[in-house]
């Protein structure tokens, strides 16, 4: 049987679970700053309703585990460039951050709160849960699903989210029904059918539009666009240092929902042009050497030179063509951001 002090100790069970982080808002609403992702010091304090003291004690010893869960301390362009976008009013010369995934660990670590004991208690609840249960109490649970409502909800999402949503939770939850209940096989399979008429057809009207908006947007809503992919993906992303238009170096960077340093590049050539394999070893020099960037995205609205393709094969970047931008922008998801 699990209970607090395992949690407490093991590391191992702690990164078992530091992904629920629905944790946190299950007990009390976390307040976030502006990029919808990060946390100060005070903040997270503040949630556990202790000193900043213990939150800044507990880093300190435990500061290893917390960064592999997105801690990090921000400093020189990087610190104010993040100060102009979540509009942080503070003279110091760096800025400790936590992710929604740190703040949970922060919870199976701190002993002396109340809020954190309680985050505690819902997760050994959830893996509580997670163990078998008999038959009959499964399908009481979800022989309950009004179908009919499920498909009234679905028509009222927009076109814009709907194959994804559809992609990624409907599915695979019709799917584990119709493996769960026999004898609602054949009504879940239509309605599964359905569903994927549904994601099809979608699939094949965006990428009109989608090609139609990339090609009428301005170098400022481009940056806006490819900012905006990466966000839904999980990355934090933020304004590189100025040097865009020496065509030096990165448009964006930032890190993805792991934790890794991130530089997207974008290119806007002619249509009948494509990116070189110059302009791939001067952006692939600048991520490795100004950045640091363990992922690197090459973004262009025309294609690649088989230059520039082996190039980026030999650097690890990944480039994203126009299709593959068109997909992206209709829904899809780069796995290297994952």
Known sequence: MLNESVLLESRSLRESVVDRTEALDKVKV?????????VTTQMVADYFEVGLKAVTSLVVDNREELESNGYRVLTGTELNSFKEFCQVQSR????????????????????????????????????????????DNLVRVHADIDLA???????????????????????PMLNHLIDAFGEQRRELAGIREDLDDVRRTLRGRRPVAAAAALDAMDRREFTDQVAGLCRRDGCTVLGADGDSDSRLGADLVGHTAGGRRLAVRYERPAPHRAVGGEEMRKFAEAAKARYGAEVRLSVTTSAFTPAALELAGRHGITTVHRELLEAWSAGATLRVLR
Do not use: C, K, W
């Open 149 to 171: 409502a499920l498909d009234e909800r679905i028509t009222r999402i927009s076109a814009e989210t709907t194959g994804r949503i559809i992609g990624r939770t409907v599915v």
């Open 30 to 38: 976390l307040s976030v700053l502006p990029d919808g992702f990060h």
């Open 92 to 135: 110091t010369r760096s800025q400790a951050v936590f992710s929604r995934r740190t703040v949970l660990n922060v919870a199976m670590l701190l002993r002396d709160s109340i809020v954190a004991r309680q985050v505690r208690a819902y997760l050994l609840d959830a893996e509580r849960g997670n163990n078998p249960q008999p038959v």
